[in-house]
């Protein structure tokens, strides 16, 4: 599937969650969003599941005192529905993807290779970070909140540097290169269109008649 | 062919001149060498062009690449005539797996999508690199990272590849495979390296720096003294010295053999008990990294770990030193620990080397010893991230010191640093011994590790599978070294082979 259609579909399932305030929708499309990110990665949702449920209670408190007992269920059923949606659409769509719909809309090489490079690197910056901090206890230093600059500027000046090398590394390799090719042009499919008018059938009915 | 023609420059961010009036031509295979920041690096960036085109300063003379100046050429037309393999493999793969970084390459380029196909093809197999392809990039050793963006460069056929200390990182295996795949290429190689050992076999032509002015060239580095370039000798070099013994020629181990060939090793002595482990096990998400490992430490004793990269040696490292909670087995410390981490900046946060060093010291006459023993007493009042490598090393190791630890372990301490640098490393840790420091030290590096240990655990997939000493080397150890893709060199294979039996 084009990644724009996955791009629309989470559109307008946003668009209806905001939209639409019956309780009874909202139950059935908050258990069928946590079926299915269950059953797409079972573990990695539980991992979720366990930073962003505090989120949802303090949505519900927040609700609950200032508002009312069934619109803090509302409001945090609605609340968690939009961010599970969006988990499940970053699991089923990864960065290469996003990147060939953003250059099929004519957004520049160089931008959509920044974006992209910049989502995997915090996987490196993750990866420093727990580098950093055992260094810093190999010289007895335990950091916490208070000598916070311990870790921050090791960290910073390590983010730098690398940055450095990157760019020239990308220059030696050809990035700034105006003909470049593509492997595998971003197309766009019969059966996308397809998709497209079927997806937007469904949700015109939903709205419609809900 | 590349001419260098009255080059000069200044990087607009430096101070003083990276290379001064530097006029050469290379037409064969060239290595070069010299201390850390003497501008080795500098002469690679002109000949894809990053100097003047990426990086700006004051550019004088003219630097040609197959007849065509660089100064009238883009980066982007000399890419495809100069491949260029940086020196860290973290910095040069930017795509998720290894056949999107090879596609990168010649998308860049501009070839066709089933040109792109076949070039790949071609390259893999040529390089015997297709079981990487599929690999996510975060999933790839830095040897298969410099090999991934060696084929990168040979599938896009440029005819001069550079090569910016490729050997540094590495552990033997690769340091074997890199060397063997650059033997094989018909293309005109420039390499920065240290460790001018790992290219006797691929040099044509040495350019030896000192400075920004003062270079030399030669053919034959027998006779050159290396020291003045802060280069180590390599070992075949020293040997030949000390024995005089002619060092080409086959049977050079039978012939040494004959002079009763031996060296002495730094076997210091060992007090009491400061450390055990049993049977530490440890795993990180889910991945297995250290074994059940034993390990006993003596007060003033030096171990050296040994093993290919992902043996397990940080790990094993940072349990014993208390950084990192072991999930099974205990870890019995009757002193204090230290661990000194591979890159020293990450420990840097103040702007000042003395307040670095304050950070955990405790004791005046103390830190006073220690700025002595380790060569920092010019360094106090300047910034630690404006120091050069060597320094900084030090500079890293002075802060753990400071905090007067009974045990200190090092982290591949002399991983890309010149010779000068190695050589003080090896005096400090004596001294620390002297003083009843043990000192644990993770290194590929045997030169040094003869120098400084004599014993040598060899680590292999987490585990440690053997303790040796290398003052009684055994046959059979040599063998397991080699397996290990651990180069015994020379003098230890002269010596284990009277045990043969």
Redesign the interface.
């Known amino acids: 599937m084009d990644p724009r259609v996955k791009i629309l579909i989470l559109v307008l399932f946003d668009a209806l969650i905001v939209a639409k305030e019956v309780l009874l929708l909202h139950v059935f499309l908050f258990s069928l969003l946590i079926f299915l990110a269950f059953s797409l990665q079972r573990r990695k949702f539980a991992g979720f599941l366990k930073g962003f449920l505090p989120m949802v209670l303090t949505v519900f408190v927040i609700g609950y005192l200032f508002i009312s007992p069934a619109d803090a269920i509302l409001l945090s059923l609605r609340f968690s529905e939009l961010i599970v949606a969006s988990y499940i659409f970053f699991a089923l769509t990864d960065a290469e993807e996003i990147s060939k719909a953003l250059l099929s809309m004519k957004v520049p090489y160089n931008f959509v290779f920044i974006f992209t490079s910049a989502i995997r690197y915090v996987e490196l910056v993750k990866v420093k970070f727990r580098e950093i901090r055992e260094a810093q206890m190999g010289r007895g230093l335990e950091v916490k909140l208070r000598n916070f600059q311990a870790i921050l500027v090791p960290l910073i000046v390590g983010i730098f540097v690398l940055a450095d090398e990157l760019a020239e590394a990308l220059e030696s390799r050809g990035f700034t290169c105006k003909d470049r090719s593509f492997f595998e042009p971003p197309g766009w499919k019969f059966r996308d269109t397809v998709y497209t008018l079927l997806v937007i059938g469904v949700f015109l009915a939903l709205f419609l008649t809900i | 062919m590349i001419e260098f023609r009255r080059v000069s420059f200044t990087y607009a961010r430096g101070k003083r001149r990276a290379i001064s009036d530097f006029s050469k031509i290379i037409k064969e295979n060239t290595v070069i060498s010299g201390p850390s920041g003497s501008g080795k690096s500098t002469i690679l960036r002109f000949i894809?062009g990053?100097i003047p085109?990426?990086f700006r300063g004051e550019f004088t003379g003219d630097v040609f690449v197959n007849g065509e100046n660089t100064r009238e050429l883009?980066?982007?037309d000399l890419?495809?005539r100069a491949?260029?393999v940086?020196q860290?493999p973290?910095?040069?793969v930017?795509n998720?797996d290894a056949r999107?970084e090879l596609?990168?390459?010649?998308?860049?380029?501009?070839?066709?999508?089933r040109e792109?196909?076949r070039r790949i093809d071609e390259t893999v197999e040529k390089l015997g690199i297709r079981h990487l392809l599929n690999r996510k990039?975060?999933e790839l050793s830095g040897g298969e990272k410099h090999l991934l963006t060696l084929a990168?460069i040979i599938a896009l056929g440029s005819p001069i590849i550079l090569l910016d200390e490729p050997f540094s990182t590495l552990d033997g295996y690769y340091r074997h495979r890199l060397k063997s795949v650059l033997k094989g290429l018909k293309k005109l190689l420039v390499i920065t390296e240290h460790r001018l050992e790992e290219t006797l076999d691929l040099a044509g032509e040495f350019i030896l720096i000192k400075n920004d002015s003062e270079r030399m060239y030669t053919r034959d580095l027998s006779g050159v003294d290396l020291t003045t370039f802060r280069i180590r000798e390599p070992e075949i070099f020293r040997i030949s010295r000390e024995t005089g013994v002619r060092l080409t020629g086959q049977n050079l181990i039978e012939r040494l053999k004959k002079t009763g060939y031996r060296r002495d090793f730094f076997c210091p002595e060992v007090g009491e008990t400061v450390l055990e482990a049993l049977g530490v096990y440890y795993s990180y998400n889910g991945g297995f990294s250290l074994g059940e490992v034993d390990f006993h430490l003596g007060r003033g004793d030096v171990v050296v770990i040994l093993g290919h990269n992902g043996a397990g040696k940080t790990t094993l490292m940072?349990v014993l030193?208390g950084?990192?909670k072991p999930g099974k087995g205990k870890v019995l410390r009757l002193g204090?620990t230290?661990?000194?981490?591979h890159?020293p900046?990450?420990?840097?946060?103040r702007t000042k080397v003395i307040d670095e060093l304050k950070?955990?010291a405790t004791d005046e006459t103390w830190l006073n010893w220690i700025v002595q023993a380790l060569f920092l007493e010019g360094t106090l009042e300047r910034s630690p991230?404006l120091l050069s490598e060597g320094e900084k090393k030090r500079v890293a190791m002075a802060?753990?010191l400071?905090?007067k630890p009974d045990i200190v372990?090092l982290d591949e301490p002399t991983t890309g640093q010149d010779g000068e640098t190695v050589n003080s490393m090896a005096k400090i840790i004596k001294r620390l011994s002297e003083k009843g420091i043990s000192v644990v030290v993770s290194t590929h590096d045997i030169e040094f590790a003869k120098e400084i240990s004599c014993r040598w655990l060899l680590m292999e997939d987490g585990k440690i599978v053997a303790e040796i000493n290398p003052a009684g080397v055994l046959y059979e150890e040599i063998k397991l070294m080699e397996r290990l893709h651990i180069d015994p060199g020379i003098e230890l294979r002269v010596m284990a082979d009277g045990s043969k039996g």
């Open positions: 894809n990053l085109h990426f883009t980066t982007c890419f495809k491949g260029f940086h860290n973290d910095a040069q930017f998720e999107k596609i990168f390459t010649l998308e860049n380029a501009g070839l066709p999508p792109i196909k990039s975060h990168s940072k030193a950084i990192r204090k230290g661990y000194v981490p890159n900046q990450d420990i840097f946060f950070v955990s991230f802060a753990v400071a905090s372990f």
